[in-house]
């Protein structure tokens, strides 16, 4: 059988997490680890993978990629890999569980023993964290990050590069906004705005103007 050849972007701690999700997938093939900052770190390796410039991903013929980065570069990362050309792919580990009617796009990372419900849309780049729960009809915008143990009840969206904290619950029928930052173990019982952070139970608004943050 054929294994699909793949490339993580990125060489950080994320990056080795992904590694062992990769090994749990049949059929995957991890080629190489991407690096686009620094250079001092080409030409070595982790886990026995090498590690090659982000300008050099081309040589390596047909790959598809998957982000590996947490940060708010996270988005400008795939952007400087899709302008060249590079097709995304998707890390779904075997112990999850997706409803046959779930739609997932492109570069969508979804972590050991996650449940995704029926007719839930999760758009591009989510990652979506160890043991999430995310209900039926539920929408997820692209590059917004689910943590470990976090509970999302049906028909919510969430808006795009929002952060859902730890074992945070977001309550049926709700909207987090853009960019919005759900804190830790929160509880979620209203509208969230865009670019705000909330925290407690129930969650309250705790800053305003938040741009992103590490997932």
């Not at 054929?2 to 993580?8: D, F, Q, S, V």
């Not at 991903?57 to 570069?73: F, K, P």
């Not at 998707?90 to 997706?98: G, I, K, N, Q, Y």
Request: glycine share 12%; no cysteine; charged share 15%.
């Amino acid at each position: 059988m054929n294994r699909e050849r793949i490339a993580l972007l990125g060489t950080g701690l994320f990056a080795e997490e992904l590694t062992d999700l990769v090994s749990a997938i049949v059929g995957i093939e991890l080629v190489t680890y991407v690096e686009n900052l620094d250079r001092a770190r080409v030409g070595k390796s982790s886990n026995g993978v090498p590690i090659v410039w982000v300008d050099d991903i081309l040589q390596l013929g047909d790959i598809g990629a998957v982000s590996a980065i947490t940060t708010t570069e996270r988005e400008r990362y795939v952007a400087q890999v899709a302008a060249m050309g590079i097709r995304f792919t998707r890390l779904v580990h075997p112990s999850a569980v997706v409803a046959p009617s779930a739609a997932l796009g492109l570069g969508v990372v979804i972590q050991a023993n996650v449940v995704i419900g029926a007719q839930t849309v999760l758009g591009d780049h989510v990652i979506v964290n160890r043991g999430a729960l995310i209900g039926h009809h539920s929408r997820l915008g692209e590059f917004a990050t689910v943590q470990a143990g976090a509970n999302i009840s049906g028909a919510t969206d969430i808006g795009a590069r929002a952060y859902v904290g730890p074992s945070a619950t977001v309550l049926d029928h709700l909207r987090v906004g853009e960019g919005a930052l759900i804190g830790a173990g929160a509880v979620v019982t209203r509208d969230v705005e865009p670019h705000v952070q909330v925290v407690g139970v129930p969650a309250r608004v705790v800053k305003r103007g938040v741009t992103g943050r590490a997932s």
